[in-house]
């Protein structure tokens, strides 16, 4: 947009509103103009475009078509690329200007975002025609939709797909495909980049507000890691990856203690007999999948009513006698009642034949 084409905006579309704000505010919108295209070593490049009248809705977001033809927006990522420091966009949507101050460009696209007090904005620049496109979400709560760069990122870290007209990423964790918002992952700039450099990941994760938790990659270097307390109180966490086939573990106390809505752990657990146990699984009302292998100490399971047949198999099957003889498992009525009598578990009853050692209880509360 020119000086000129933005003086007659403002002159059209402000001031004749009439109010008195609007006829307050025009003669201060002009100075902005004025200043901008008179000073171009600090002034900006203005870009304007149009979009469709109506839009496809999807729960609070709504997306519309950028009417704006393919040959403008085209030359506008040119220019925006030689010149980004400089560079401003904004959408036109009748009366309305709507302003992104942050902008990631690489030379084939342009994304903007803004928030605003009924919402957020997202606008999106392609080269590619029919890519482009402008999202409004209504839900002013909500966590603002991520960048091109943390879309790259979670892709990476996660092998998440990501769905701009939702603002949500699609993940399989184990056996499961789930749609997850950003607000329910760990963000890869603040909680996922958290790690140790000597094997110790004491509360590292502890009182996670997110809904899936993927640990980073785990160093090698170390011959085992301490997870006391690591996930404590993820009260909201679902899915906890860890990133790897199997993890040597020097401690799991209290590891996973108070995460109520917990369902499923992946990767396996590597543990000794020197390795402490204490309330590893307290409070886990809802977990039924987890790998635990070289089990030869005594473990209390008795939160978790809904652990399935695999997890209690691998469980026995992996576990190892200890010097004292035997190893005490508490679980849950309702596990022992599968153990004891379903027909789906009869599996697990043969190995308890051959590995004596392993004495199964249920819980006394």
Same mark, same amino acid.
């Given at each position: 947009?020119?000086?000129?084409?933005?003086?007659?905006?403002?002159?059209?579309?402000?001031?004749?509103?009439?109010? /008195?704000?609007?006829?307050?505010?025009? #003669?201060?919108?002009?100075?902005?103009?004025?200043?901008?295209?008179?000073?171009?070593?600090?002034?900006?490049?203005?870009?304007?475009?149009?979009?469709?009248?109506?839009?496809?809705?999807?729960?609070?977001?709504?997306?519309?078509?950028?009417?704006?033809?393919?040959?403008?927006?085209?030359?506008?990522?040119?220019?925006?690329?030689?010149?980004?420091?400089?560079?401003?966009?904004?959408?036109?949507?009748?009366?309305?200007?709507?302003?992104?101050?942050?902008?990631?460009?690489?030379?084939?696209?342009?994304?903007?975002?803004?928030?605003?007090?009924?919402?957020?904005?997202?606008?999106?620049?392609?080269?590619?025609?029919?890519?482009?496109?402008?999202?409004h979400?209504?839900?002013?709560?909500?966590?603002?939709?991520?960048?091109?760069?943390?879309?790259d990122?979670?892709?990476?870290?996660?092998?998440?797909?990501?769905?701009?007209?939702?603002?949500?990423?699609?993940?399989?964790?184990?056996?499961?495909?789930?749609?997850?918002?950003?607000?329910?992952?760990?963000?890869?700039?603040?909680?996922?980049?958290?790690?140790?450099?000597?094997?110790?990941?004491?509360?590292?994760?502890?009182?996670?507000?997110?809904?899936?938790?993927?640990?980073?990659?785990?160093?090698?270097?170390f011959?085992?890691?301490?997870?006391?307390?690591?996930?404590?109180?993820?009260?909201?966490?679902?899915?906890?990856?860890?990133?790897?086939d199997?993890?040597?573990?020097?401690?799991?106390?209290?590891?996973?203690?108070?995460c #109520?809505?917990?369902?499923?752990?992946?990767?396996?657990?590597?543990?000794?007999?020197?390795?402490?146990?204490?309330?590893?699984?307290?409070?886990?009302?809802?977990?039924?999948?987890?790998?635990?292998?070289?089990?030869?100490?005594?473990?209390?399971?008795?939160?978790?009513?809904?652990?399935?047949?695999?997890?209690?198999?691998?469980?026995?099957?992996?576990?190892? /006698?200890?010097?004292?003889?035997?190893i005490?498992?508490t679980?849950?009525?309702?596990?022992?009642?599968?153990?004891?009598?379903?027909?789906?578990?009869?599996?697990?009853?043969?190995?308890?034949?051959?590995?004596?050692?392993?004495?199964?209880?249920g819980?006394?509360?």
């Amino acid at each position: 947009m020119t000086q000129q084409e933005m003086t007659e905006y403002i002159a059209t579309a402000v001031q004749r509103q009439g109010t /008195q704000g609007a006829i307050a505010l025009a #003669p201060l919108l002009s100075a902005i103009v004025d200043k901008i295209f008179s000073d171009p070593e600090t002034g900006v490049s203005p870009i304007v475009v149009n979009i469709s009248e109506k839009g496809t809705a999807a729960g609070t977001a709504t997306t519309y078509e950028i009417t704006t033809e393919q040959e403008v927006i085209n030359g506008y990522i040119d220019s925006v690329s030689e010149e980004k420091a400089k560079a401003r966009l904004f959408v036109q949507d009748g009366d309305v200007l709507i302003s992104f101050n942050f902008l990631e460009i690489n030379g084939e696209t342009i994304t903007g975002h803004a928030t605003a007090s009924d919402g957020i904005y997202k606008l999106f620049l392609s080269k590619t025609a029919g890519q482009s496109y402008f999202l409004h979400d209504e839900e002013t709560r909500g966590i603002a939709a991520v960048t091109e760069a943390e879309i790259d990122g979670y892709k990476a870290l996660f092998n998440a797909n990501y769905d701009s007209t939702v603002n949500r990423f699609s993940v399989t964790i184990g056996t499961v495909s789930i749609s997850l918002s950003p607000a329910q992952m760990l963000l890869t700039t603040e909680e996922y980049n958290k790690h140790c450099n000597d094997g110790d990941c004491t509360a590292m994760w502890a009182y996670s507000v997110a809904e899936y938790i993927c640990c980073p990659k785990w160093f090698e270097g170390f011959t085992a890691f301490k997870l006391h307390s690591a996930f404590y109180k993820s009260d909201k966490a679902i899915f906890i990856d860890l990133n790897t086939d199997s993890l040597n573990v020097a401690t799991l106390a209290s590891a996973f203690n108070g995460c #109520p809505r917990l369902e499923q752990i992946t990767g396996i657990m590597k543990v000794t007999s020197a390795t402490p146990l204490t309330d590893v699984f307290k409070g886990c009302e809802t977990l039924h999948s987890f790998k635990i292998s070289g089990l030869s100490s005594n473990i209390d399971l008795s939160y978790c009513k809904s652990l399935t047949f695999e997890t209690i198999e691998y469980l026995f099957e992996n576990s190892v /006698q200890p010097a004292n003889g035997t190893i005490t498992v508490t679980v849950h009525a309702d596990v022992l009642n599968n153990i004891n009598n379903n027909s789906t578990w009869a599996d697990v009853r043969t190995l308890l034949e051959t590995k004596t050692y392993i004495n199964v209880q249920g819980a006394t509360v």
